[in-house]
T-cell receptor, first 111, second 115 residues
Framework: EDQVTQSPEALRLQEGESSSLNCSYTVSGLRGLFWYRQDPGKGPEFLFTLYSAGEEKEKERLKATLTKKESFLHITAPKPEDSATYLCAVQAPEYGNKLVFGAGTILRVKS | DARVTQTPRHKVTEMGQEVTMRCQPILGHNTVFWYRQTMMQGLELLAYFRNRAPLDDSGMPKDRFSAEMPDATLATLKIQPSEPRDSAVYFC?????????????FGPGTRLTVT
């Protein structure tokens, strides 16, 4: 059973067309939920950490939110440079210091 | 601008050869992680260290993979002998883990091709 599930697998948007990516998790005792951005040929780049339900964080056109079972990454008025794979990961006591990653959502923003 | 560095960035080798990948974590970070990324499996954790001590290497094929931290500024991942199925991108990540902080910062990766 997957502990972290991301949807959709791929998303195509027109420039300026806002949308959301989803990350659902089944771990108990969540200590942190992490969002990363990965560009082709590069390592994942840290974006946000969320620790408790109701928490929100923003960075430029991105806003991450967290509930007890899922997180959303909202992208407002995206630009082509927002095209990347977005990964979420969770940390829970059963994993020690380890992060468990989802498979990612591939985002393409067309101008 | 602190960042994780990895060498080499690309490696092409023949089956059966030894491969060594190196990682320099961010200065001051006390945890180091090795991941493998493939299209089929995504990001898989191979091993990790805290304060240079190996904590978990359950993700590694023990018969051919080994990971070490000879000092706080160097982590190595070795494959001997290499096989075509080892072809992947290998990432090193580091973090600083006082209570409640599990953020990890990734290097650029080593793309390994085993023919």
């Amino acid at each position: 059973e997957d502990q972290v599930t991301q949807s959709p697998e791929a998303l195509r948007l027109q420039e300026g067309e806002s949308s959301s990516l989803n990350c659902s998790y089944t771990v108990s005792g969540l200590r942190g939920l992490f969002w990363y951005r990965q560009d082709p040929g590069k390592g994942p780049e840290f974006l946000f950490t969320l620790y408790s339900a109701g928490e929100e964080k923003e960075k430029e056109r991105l806003k991450a939110t967290l509930t007890k079972k899922e997180s959303f990454l909202h992208i407002t008025a995206p630009k082509p440079e927002d095209s990347a794979t977005y990964l979420c990961a969770v940390q829970a006591p059963e994993y020690g210091n380890k992060l468990v990653f989802g498979a990612g959502t591939i985002l393409r923003v067309k101008s | 601008d602190a960042r994780v560095t990895q060498t080499p960035r690309h490696k092409v080798t023949e089956m059966g050869q030894e491969v060594t990948m190196r990682c320099q974590p961010i200065l001051g970070h006390n945890t180091v992680f090795w991941y493998r990324q493939t299209m089929m499996q995504g990001l898989e954790l191979l091993a990790y260290f805290r304060n240079r001590a190996p904590l978990d290497d359950s993700g590694m094929p023990k018969d051919r993979f080994s990971a070490e931290m000879p000092d706080a500024t160097l982590a190595t991942l070795k494959i001997q002998p290499s096989e075509p199925r080892d072809s992947a991108v290998y990432f090193c990540a580091s973090g600083f883990t006082p209570a409640g902080n599990y953020e990890q910062y990734f290097g650029p990766g080593t793309r390994l091709t085993v023919t």
